[in-house]
């Protein structure tokens, strides 16, 4: 499930279960709301999020591509280690700012990944 919300110059996804390539057929509509929406700041709530593959990241990473051509940023909140290596592994993290010190309200968000380098995650 993806929902959007707004305020003035925020747009904000949250996302709650997979987000993966049995979900795809939902993405060109939310994607192209989300553009019609042309606020600066894109946030992606991933806080309730148990899985995404790279069909999932594919969608994230377009959407922050989306809003940097147009001067906006794209902040992931509440992504799990295995959320970001998968973005990082598409080689598009720094397409993303890292809200480092939100803490997801159901607790954890740990999946308990560890990158297989063993390097910390990444900020």
Do not use: Y
Not at 13 to 32: C, H, M, N, S
Not at 59 to 72: E, H, P, Q, V, Y
């Amino acid at each position: 499930m993806i929902e959007i919300s707004t305020s003035s110059t925020t747009t904000t996804l949250t996302v709650a279960g997979d987000l993966d390539l049995a979900e795809r057929d939902q993405f060109p509509e939310i994607a192209a709301r989300v553009v019609g929406l042309r606020h600066q700041l894109l946030v992606v709530d991933m806080c309730e999020v148990s899985f995404m593959d790279s069909t999932g990241a594919a969608f994230l990473i377009s959407l922050a591509d989306s809003n940097r051509k147009r001067g906006g940023a794209t902040v992931l909140r509440g992504a799990d280690q295995r959320d970001l290596f998968v973005i990082e592994i598409c080689g598009a993290l720094d397409l993303f700012r890292i809200d480092s010190d939100h803490h997801c309200e159901n607790g954890s968000n740990d999946s308990g990944f560890r990158r297989p380098d063993g390097a910390s995650t990444p900020a």
